[in-house]
């Protein structure tokens, strides 16, 4: 242990480290947040109304950082808010079969950066923030949208690849993250609900959503490979 602590402290004492106190940054996300529910109705659609649609993949993020470096110190504070989207579209019989997600998310996160030199920073970081989601569903003649939000958490870790004096850096991260959206408000809907062509059991508007007598939720939970760009002044 004592010669591992010694190897950081010989690391972060190299000469021409940097300890930037802001930075700003821009990240691009791909979420494997499975949406189990949604598959559900879609994969009903097929086999009921000979849909065409396709389940959910994963979803595409697109974040930006603020972030500020304690003076001398391995802690930096972020913040960082993100928007995603997923979606799947198709046609059955009758009228057309499509679903989608979108929404964003803001989370604050400490990192600590546990490595570094002038050219390379190895970091872990934590932290816990808020999703909103905002949902579509239509399936033939009935439509419905709604929405939900939901505390969370994430974890990680990562690295920093710079050059140009250090300033700038490109960005590898894998977090987990945990934040499901158990409960959803149907915000509008046309159509009649539950009937022959939809697999919801209750789409009331300023209600929640229910898939077979139970709430309808959606994931953004999930493993979340991240690259990015870093500016650092």
């Not at 570094?116 to 009935?142: P, R």
């Not at 958490?153 to 050059?163: M, N, S, V």
């Amino acid at each position: 242990m004592n010669k591992i602590l010694l190897s950081i402290a010989f690391i972060l004492m190299l000469p021409g480290v940097s300890f930037a106190q802001m930075s700003l940054g821009g990240q691009l996300t791909l979420a494997s947040s499975g949406q189990t529910d949604y598959d559900n109705l879609i994969q009903s659609a097929r086999s009921d109304n000979s849909a065409s649609t396709s389940e959910l993949g994963s979803m595409l993020e697109i974040s930006g950082t603020w972030a500020y470096r304690f003076n001398g110190s391995i802690v930096s504070m972020m913040f960082r808010p993100s928007y995603f989207t997923v979606g799947s579209d198709g046609n059955g019989t009758p009228g057309s079969y499509d679903y989608s997600i979108s929404g964003f998310t803001l989370f604050g996160i400490t990192r600590f950066t546990a490595l570094e030199n002038n050219y390379f920073k190895f970091f872990l970081q934590t932290g816990i923030g808020w999703g909103f989601v905002n949902g579509s569903i239509k399936e033939g003649s009935v439509d419905v949208d709604f929405a939900g939000n939901n505390v969370g958490f994430l974890g990680g870790i990562g690295a920093e690849f710079c050059f140009g004096g250090s300033a700038h850096c490109m960005a590898i991260e894998g977090n987990i993250r945990y934040l499901p959206v158990n409960r959803n408000i149907v915000e509008s809907v046309s159509g009649t609900c539950p009937s022959s062509d939809t697999g919801l059991s209750q789409c009331t508007d300023s209600r929640e959503l229910e898939l077979n007598d139970r709430d309808l939720a959606v994931s953004l939970s999930g493993i979340l490979g991240t690259i990015g760009y870093t500016y650092y002044f």
